[in-house]
C-alpha cells in the first residue's frame, strides 16, 4: 500500500489542474479586453508615459454641477469652467497634470448638493492647448447624453519634481 501513496497528491494534482482549466479559457474570453482578449490590429498604439505615478495624491478638487468649485487643494479657482455645455469641465491647477508626466487623475462622482448621482459616470482626460487642466466629461448611463453633476477630481503624481 505504501509504494502507492504518490499516487493521491499526483491525482489531486490533475483534478485540480482539470478543474481551473476550462475557467482560465473563460477568463480569456474571445471579445472585450476586461477578460484578457486581443485588441484588434488597427487599434491605436500602445502609449509609452514620460513617467508613472507612485499614487501620492497631490491636488483635489470638489466641483459643484454649475463648475463652481466648492473647494480644493491646489487648483485654479479662476480657471475652473464649463466650456462646452452641460457634462464637460475643465479643473484647472497651477501644475502640469498631464498624464505623460506621471498624473493619474481619477473621479469620483458625488452629492456636494442635492441632486441624483444615480447612473452618472465621469472620464477624465488631458485637457488639449492647456497643461495645467484636466477634462471631465460626465454621462447619463441609461441615455448616454451629457449630464450636470458635482464631483471629486483626485490627481496623483510622481514625487514632487513638477514641471
Known amino acids: 500500500m505504501k509504494r502507492y501513496m ?11 489542474a482539470l478543474f ?18 486581443s485588441i484588434k490590429s488597427d487599434a491605436l498604439p500602445d502609449v509609452t508615459l514620460a513617467k508613472m505615478s507612485n499614487g501620492v495624491v497631490f491636488f483635489t ?7 463652481s468649485v ?11 469652467l464649463q466650456p462646452e455645455g452641460p457634462g464637460t469641465y475643465q479643473v484647472a491647477f497651477y501644475k502640469d ?16 448638493q442635492e441632486d ?3 447612473n452618472v459616470s465621469c472620464t ?3 485637457r488639449a492647448g492647456d497643461p495645467k487642466a484636466v477634462w471631465v466629461e460626465c454621462f447619463d ?9 458635482s464631483f471629486f477630481l483626485f490627481v496623483s503624481g510622481q514625487g514632487l519634481v513638477l514641471k
Open 141 to 149: 448611463n441609461s441615455t448616454g447624453e451629457p449630464k450636470d453633476t
Open 6 to 16: 504518490w499516487v493521491v497528491p499526483a491525482v489531486a494534482l490533475l483534478v485540480a
Open 97 to 112: 497634470v498631464q498624464a505623460n508626466y506621471g498624473f493619474a487623475r481619477w473621479v469620483q462622482v458625488d452629492t456636494l
Open 61 to 67: 478638487a470638489a466641483i459643484n454641477a454649475d463648475a
Open 116 to 118: 441624483s448621482i444615480l
Open 70 to 80: 466648492a473647494n480644493c487643494w491646489g487648483c485654479d479657482r479662476s480657471h475652473t
Open 124 to 126: 477624465t482626460a488631458d
Open 20 to 37: 481551473m482549466l476550462p475557467h482560465r479559457f473563460a477568463a480569456q474570453g474571445a471579445g472585450g479586453n476586461n477578460g484578457g482578449g
